[in-house]
Structure formats: structure tokens, C-alpha cells
Nanobody, 121 residues
Framework: QVQLVESGGGLVQAGGSLRLSCVAS????????MGWYRQAPGKQRELVAT???????NYADSVKGRFTISRDGAKNTVYLQMNSLQPEDTAVYYC???????????????WGQGTQVTVSS
């Protein structure tokens, strides 16, 4: 059993900042990568940022220079620092993990329930 729990969402004015957290728990052997995705009403879920175990990062063009992804490996936790937030960033943000549950298991993807981020003008 693997569980991802997000936190840190909320209401913020344009230009403000928020930090999202995602904690992975349960049966986990190793984590290859963790990341953040978001989905606004009426739109497809899109990639925001990813971070691999080798510290490679990938960001959506729309958030480059404003968002930063990082992790705390000891706690299997990933963060998303969001600065200079704009109304267009309003969405439900989902945590994703690419991991192995045991030495005998292959990689699989897991998702959190999501946390709402609302940016007002």
C-alpha cells in the first residue's frame, strides 16, 4: 500500500506565494521520481514540475522562473515553491510518484488526491 498526501493549497492574491508539500508513505523500496501536475476546470491535467532521484528537473514553460520543485529524501517528501502566482495558476494540484514497492517489483505511478490552489486578482 502506497499513499501520497498533498497539503499547502489555499487562497492567495496575485503576486503572492505558496508552498505545496507531498508525503509518500507505505510500502516503498525506492523512488525514481516525484512531480506535480495540475488541472483547471474544463482543462486537461498538465505537468507542472518533476524531480528525479538524480536531481534532474523539468518544468512547464508557464512556470519556469516562478516555481521550484525540491525534495526531502529522508521523509519521501516533495515540495513545490510557487512564487509570483497569477490567476492562471488556479487549479487542483496533484502529486505523482514513480516508485518501486519492493526489490521484486517494477516501477509504478501513484497519485495523491490533490490540493486546491486559488489565486485572486
Amino acid at each position: 500500500q502506497v499513499q501520497l498526501v498533498e497539503s499547502g493549497g489555499g487562497l492567495v492574491q496575485a503576486g503572492g506565494s505558496l508552498r505545496l508539500s507531498c508525503v509518500a508513505s507505505g510500502s516503498i523500496y525506492s523512488i525514481n521520481a516525484m512531480g506535480w501536475y495540475r488541472q483547471a476546470p474544463g482543462k486537461q491535467r498538465e505537468l507542472v514540475a518533476t524531480l528525479t532521484s538524480g536531481d534532474s528537473t523539468n518544468y512547464a514553460d508557464s512556470v519556469k522562473g516562478r516555481f521550484t520543485i525540491s525534495r526531502d529524501g529522508a521523509k519521501n517528501t516533495v515540495y513545490l515553491q510557487m512564487n509570483s502566482l497569477q490567476p492562471e495558476d488556479t487549479a487542483v494540484y496533484y502529486c505523482n510518484a514513480d516508485l518501486r514497492r519492493s526489490i521484486r517489483s517494477g516501477r509504478a505511478n501513484y497519485w495523491g488526491q490533490g490540493t486546491q490552489v486559488t489565486v485572486s486578482s
